[in-house]
């Protein structure tokens, strides 16, 4: 099976960096993927780790690390949009192509 | 591209009614879509995969009966819940795996809240 962990909350002021931790335990996946959520809306995908090492998508930057089992996510000049959860998530592998979710991160982003 | 409408975005009913919730795959074909459930404050938990042309493959402890799936053609798929009660109410979204089309791989449609009452 699969078990993704996540801080459940995260507190931060404006302009500031953070990061979100996932630690994993999977018997194997294809990638891990990092979404936003804000309340009442969809998931938003931000960024995919196939491989190790750090993905740079503007404000927001992803990092796998196979070996250790874990990931996070950075985000640097938060701003106060940048409020809401933040989810990992696993392919697993095998033919599913099922995507799991870990139990989320909630931002506040305060002024 | 990769565009997943879903409807209704909102839906309130009555306890021991049914309810439909369409997901449908705008300008790409989505042989297969996911069915997620997400309870305030929580993930988003997996519920089902649904395959067109075939019958859907429920996550354990997911009532196949309660929550009937239908995938008929490669641009929708319904999630039915049936003899709704008040401890189904909550936030269903559907997503189609767009491998090839988006560098995420899947697509999500915009969800939908459902209170039974």
């Known amino acids: 099976g699969q078990s993704l962990e996540q801080p459940s909350e995260v507190t931060a002021v404006e302009g500031a960096i953070v990061q979100i931790n996932c630690t994993y335990q999977t018997s194997g996946f294809y990638g891990l993927s990092w979404y936003q959520q804000h309340d009442g809306g969809a998931p938003t995908f931000l960024s995919y780790?196939?491989?190790?090492g750090l993905e740079e998508t503007g404000r927001f930057s992803s990092f796998l690390s196979r070996s250790d089992s874990y990931g996070y996510l950075l985000l640097q000049e938060l701003q106060m949009k940048d409020s809401a959860s933040y989810f990992c998530?696993?392919?697993?592998?095998?033919?599913?192509?099922?995507?799991?979710f870990g139990q989320g991160t909630t931002l506040q982003v305060k002024p | 591209g990769a565009v997943v409408s879903q409807h209704p975005s909102w839906v309130i009913c009555k306890s021991g009614t049914s309810v439909k919730i369409e997901c449908r795959s705008l300008d790409f074909q989505a042989t297969t879509m996911f069915w997620y459930r997400q309870f305030p404050k929580q993930s988003l938990m997996l519920m089902a995969t649904?395959?067109?042309?075939?019958?859907?493959?429920?996550e354990q402890g997911v009532e196949k009966d309660k929550f009937l799936i239908n995938h008929a053609s490669l641009t929708l798929s319904t999630l039915t819940v049936t003899s709704a009660h008040p401890e189904d109410s909550s936030f269903y979204i559907c997503?189609?795996?767009?491998?090839?089309?988006?560098?995420?791989?899947?697509?999500f449609g915009s969800g939908t809240r459902l209170t039974v009452v």
């Open positions: 780790n196939a491989l190790d």
């Open positions: 998530a696993v392919i697993p592998a095998g033919n599913t192509g099922k995507l799991i």
């Open positions: 649904s395959n067109e042309g075939s019958k859907a493959t429920y």
């Open positions: 997503s189609a795996s767009t491998m090839g089309l988006h560098r995420s791989g899947y697509t």
